[in-house]
């Protein structure tokens, strides 16, 4: 997989051969995130290229962390799986996002904005259980960005014991033609701070950097439902 060996026996050398090409860790923390298609894993990792992505996936399957298998019930599409070995790189992720989040300093962090990633990670990290037992329609409006990206829609469908079980959370770019229950405006550094827990939403609020109209139930539980990140309850030891 390596693009240039280091040619040690270590084996901190050998992991490093594979893993730290560029965009493989952050493709690595898709994957264990739960996303294993490959319009999910561009979702996840905007910038990267189809034809990287594709040539990343063949080296993770090469390297015995992926194993690519078909879905039985679409003919020609195919999902990532991680492998025992790919999932025993979670602990690895999980240490590296705790470390960036406790050292790396906020500014450069937050001069990385991007509203598709942002909306896509809450959305996968929503916490349904504080949503009210019937479809929720929440607008998340950028007012700062252009037309095309200024509006976002997560939809929540809650689940049903007999003909799915589980709750469904999609993510729109376009009017999704459903009445809105609460309508956020804000700009994209705030609801990027509030992800990454340096912010609360009543933080925010106060500070008018935020506003809220529409379900007061939704407004009231928000951030308890809002999708954080993983590591936003990780203390911040710099500026």
Known sequence: MAEGSYKQFCPVAMAAEIL?????????????????RFNDLRRGVPRMSPALLAKRLRELQAAGIVDRTPVPAEPGIFEYVLTPAGHDLKPAVDAIG????????TKPTLENLDPELLMWDMRRNIKTDPMPVRRSVIQFTYPELPQSRR???????????????????DLCSVEPGFDVDLY???????????WLGLKTVLNAKQQGHIRLTGSRELENAMQSWLGLSPFANVEKLVA
């Open 20 to 36: 730290c090409t560029r965009w493989t860790i952050v493709l690595v923390r898709e994957l264990i995130a739960g996303s294993t």
């Open 151 to 169: 509006r976002w829609w997560l939809i929540f469908e809650p689940g049903t014991a007999v003909v799915s079980p589980d709750n469904k959370v």
């Open 98 to 105: 705790s470390w960036g989040q406790r050292w790396v300093e």
């Open 184 to 194: 956020v405006s804000s700009d994209l550094r705030t609801m990027t701070e509030i």
